[in-house]
Nanobody, 127 residues
Framework: QVQLQESGPGLVKPSQTLSLTCTVS??????????WSWIRQPPGKGLEWMGS???????YYSPSLKSHTSISRDTSKNQFSLQLTSVTPEDTAVYYC???????????????????WGQGTQVTVSS
């Protein structure tokens, strides 16, 4: 059974970089055709897909976040990471990593179809 665990600082100052890591166990991030995603939920708002990294290392980003978002992976550690630069208080949210194992159609925002989720980690952007 695939398990995901987010880790990283819970508090980030405005203008700095938010960095989170998702550690995957029970499965390989290189398994065809799995996609590994970052999703966030600001307080009082819905889930927002941020981006994904595919089994082959290809990356995909939400258009609204692309300029400040980078997703990478370390296959030797079975981890993938998120970097969000130049953060503001509007980036305060619970951040989730999640896995999509059946990427059919336009799936990125179809959150009910994600197969595995981390527990989420609260990140607050504040000075």
């Amino acid at each position: 059974q695939v398990q995901l665990q987010e880790s990283g600082p819970g508090l980030v100052k405005p203008s700095q970089t938010l960095s989170l890591t998702c550690t995957v166990s029970g499965g390989s991030i290189t398994t065809s055709y799995y996609y590994w995603s970052w999703i966030r939920q600001p307080p009082g708002k819905g889930l927002e897909w941020m981006g994904s990294i595919a089994y082959d290392g290809s990356t995909y980003y939400s258009p609204s976040l692309k300029s400040h978002t980078s997703i990478s992976r370390d296959t030797s550690k079975n981890q993938f990471s998120l970097q969000l630069t130049s953060v503001t208080p509007e980036d305060t949210a619970v951040y989730y990593c999640a896995a999509m194992t059946s990427p059919r159609g336009s799936w990125s925002c179809d959150f009910e179809r994600y197969d595995y989720w981390g527990q989420g980690t609260q990140v607050t952007v504040s000075s």
